[in-house]
Structures are given as structure tokens and as C-alpha cells.
């Protein structure tokens, strides 16, 4: 599934020999050709990656061409877009919002809108499976125990300028107006939620090339369901656990 170009380009890098110009006519027209040799050794060069030289270069995905635009935001929704018209970027290159009347959200400015329209469609799919999402605390809950969720975007290191790699820019900390020179937001997002461990499904659910986060919604909030069940079980194993301690101690 290459061209011949990549192909001989290929070869070339490994010292195999390839055909020179006129031999497959040549061949074809019955005359006699000489095939040289493979070599018989041959050192497999290292891939070299070439780091980006801009936050542009960064963002490995480009964001859909549709509309993220919600018709009509729920109160949380327009106090995360506000609050993320605010807040300052982090060491990493994107603005961050914890706690508060917000959604925790970590996002570049591109993306705010896409991130905002994510979260909107998850809330509208809590509820037909049983969630609620407890707003002050960026949480779902089933009713009986509470799941913290956060949307995040990730980050990645590029190439700074040359006047950040001679040291005259700081390296900004996290009350800063503006990212740190070398990390930019990629575009990829994710949500992620509280860890629970042998919940037997994943905590965090990450877009790639082949899949967008649009199409994982539902198995995000399958996957919340999941983590909720077993968030409970655990705390009815330690409270069994605590009561037959509690009993075999001989209480009065």
C-alpha cells in the first residue's frame, strides 16, 4: 500500500538495490540484464521524528468541519465558556478550569467551543441511562455514589523559537496569561473520569484519526455506568469488611 517512490526510497535508506532506468524495458524486450546482488548485511536506519515548529504543527488532528454552536446552553455549559474566556494557560499550553460552578475542562482556545458542545451532548445522554450530572462538582452520579468527569485536551512539545531556546522567555507557571513556550493544545480530546480500579472497562475515552470523540459518547457514558457499579460495590465490600472486623473484635 505504497507508491514505487516510497518503495525505492525505502530501499535506498537499507542499501538494497534497485532496478536502474531502461530495465524492465529492457528485460521485456528479451536483451540480457544484470541483477546485482542483495548486500549481505545492512544496518536499518533510525526513524527521526521531526519535532513541529509551531503550535500549528501541533495539532495532529484537524477540528470537524461542522457547527459546535449550542442553541440553548444549560446554565453550567455558559458558566464553563466564561470561565474559560478567563482562566490562564497552564505549564502545557492549555486554559484550565477546576471547581467552581464549572465543568473541569482543559482546552486551547480553539477548541473551547468544540469542548463546550461535547459536554453538552454527554449531559443530554445521562439521563436516558440513568446519571444526573451534580453540577458543582463536574460529577455524574447514579443516585447513590458520585463520579468526578473532566474533559481534557491533549498537549504536546514543539519547536520554541529561538528566543525561548536561549533562555531570554521564562518558563511561565500556571497563573500565566499565555502557554509556555514549547507546548501547544493538539486538538485531540478526552474525557476522563475518577479512577476506580478493577472496574474492567477503561476511565478515560480518547479520539484518534480513525474514531472521533463525537462517535464515543455512548460508550463514555456506558463506561461511567460501569465505574459507577463497581465504585458502589466497593464501598458495600469495605463496610462488610469493617462490620466483621467490628464483630470479631467483640463489641459490647
Known sequence: AISDVGLKRRCSRLGVPTPPRGYWAKL????????????ETWTVPKKVTRIPRS??????LGVPERDYTVSKPLPI???TRQALKRASFGTYGVLEVW?????????SPASIE?????????????RPAGLHLVSDRSAVSDGIETLFVELKEMSSRYLPTEEAKSGQ??????????PSPGWAGTGVLLFRAEEIYDAGCPRQWRENSLCRLEERLD??????????????ERAVELLERHSYTW?????P
Open 219 to 232: 460508550e463514555v457514558v456506558a463506561g461511567l455506568v460501569v465505574l459507577l457499579r463497581r465504585k458502589h
Open 55 to 60: 503550535a500549528e504543527e501541533v495539532r495532529k
Open 247 to 251: 464483630l470479631t473484635m467483640g463489641a
Open 77 to 79: 455549559i455558559r458558566a
Open 99 to 107: 471547581g467552581g460552578d464549572s465543568l473541569r475542562t482543559k482546552a
Open 114 to 126: 468544540r469542548a463546550l458542545w461535547l459536554w453538552s451532548e454527554l449531559i443530554s445522554r445521562l
Open 169 to 178: 522567555v521564562r518558563r511561565l507557571s500556571y497563573d500565566s496569561d499565555r
Open 28 to 39: 521485456e524486450a528479451g536483451k540480457t540484464v544484470t541483477k546485482p546482488p542483495l548486500p
